[in-house]
């Protein structure tokens, strides 16, 4: 009889600032109904972007082959929420961390994110400069930049809408996740 | 006086009395938006309630959709029961909610109807 071959589960959290395109980024990609938590936004100069937020968490599936899926986690953005970036990051083994290209007011925000996680565990992660279809998006260099991110650091042009812009980013921080445990 | 602070006066007056109804079960109250923004708070000086409100909204956002994932209707009450008390989280519209804090051995059917009152009241008050 054929073994059925094992199928690993691998946890990755999609964090960064608010509005960022993290529930986006996992709309695109899942293949289950994403489990998301989003309600109306009330805040004034937040809803100057969006009329709603994640107040807990997002939840998609994502199959990369038999052998391995992927249960992405996203979660809200604005820093008054930092106590589910911890109960999400438990676990998980690697994160993307979204920034909205378009809003260098907000890469602070996303500093701050990095800064967090980063305190929070130590698993690799990658960083999604997203909204690149926009023509507005500043180009990965000058963020990189105005992140201050250590040169190993992945900065990685992304498009959140983009089925394809999503996977490449995934693949990468596997890639950056495997390269650093040493397995292949 | 602004319209804000004129709200946050009549939030007050109806957690005030929310307490004053309950005759000290209440150790503390607030009304914060879905999102997690404090509108109104009643609690001591030693609960950090910007951090509570926002983790009342994500606590009400979770039981929410257990009940749309379940087709269980609307979320009523969510009563999280510690050792030393209970929190329990009211929806109040669809952008806010009322949060109440509850002494150990506190009488939980007498909550559920002052706080629908209160409810009600804070309903007017933001629409
Ligand atoms: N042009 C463009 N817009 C995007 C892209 N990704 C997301 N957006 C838009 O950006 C806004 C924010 O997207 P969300 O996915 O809600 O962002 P979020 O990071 O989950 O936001 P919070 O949960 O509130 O922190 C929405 O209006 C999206 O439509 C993208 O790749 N390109
Ligand atoms: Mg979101």
Request: net charge negative.
């Amino acid at each position: 009889m054929a073994e059925e071959p094992l199928l690993n589960i691998l946890k990755i959290v999609i964090t960064g600032a608010y509005a960022a395109g993290k529930t986006q980024f996992i709309k695109t990609i899942s293949e289950i109904e994403v489990v998301d938590t989003e309600v109306e936004a009330s805040n004034d100069e937040e809803r100057l972007f969006k009329s709603h937020t994640t107040v807990a968490l997002d939840f998609g599936i994502i199959t990369v082959n038999e052998q391995l899926a992927l249960y992405l986690f996203g979660t809200p953005g604005q820093e008054r929420f930092d106590f589910m970036w911890e109960i999400l990051s438990l676990g998980c083994i690697g994160y993307v961390v979204m920034v909205d290209s378009c809003r260098p007011a907000h890469f602070k925000e996303a500093l701050g994110v990095i800064r967090y996680f980063t305190n929070l565990t130590d698993v690799p992660f990658v960083v999604a400069a997203n909204k690149q279809d926009d023509p507005t998006a500043l180009p990965l260099d000058y963020i990189r930049r105005r992140l201050g991110l250590a040169e190993e650091i992945p900065v990685l042009s992304c498009v959140a809408t983009d089925r394809e812009s999503v996977k490449e980013v995934l693949l990468t921080l596997l890639d950056r996740i495997y390269e650093l445990s040493g397995t292949p | 006086m602004s319209i804000a602070a004129s709200r946050t006066e009549a939030l007050n007056a109806v957690l005030d009395s929310l307490a004053l109804n309950l005759g000290g079960d209440v150790l503390g109250s607030a009304v914060v938006s879905v999102d997690g923004i404090v509108f109104a708070a009643r609690f001591s000086s030693a609960v950090n309630i910007d951090r509570l409100s926002a983790i009342a909204a994500t606590v009400l956002g979770v039981s929410r959709r257990v009940a749309k994932d379940l087709i269980m209707g609307n979320t009523r009450e969510t009563i999280i029961q510690c050792d030393n008390g209970y929190f329990v989280i009211y929806p109040v519209n669809e952008k806010c909610l009322l949060a109440v804090n509850l002494r150990k051995g506190g009488n939980l059917g007498m909550v559920r109807l002052e706080s629908g009152d209160a409810a009600d009241r804070i309903s007017g008050i933001m629409s």
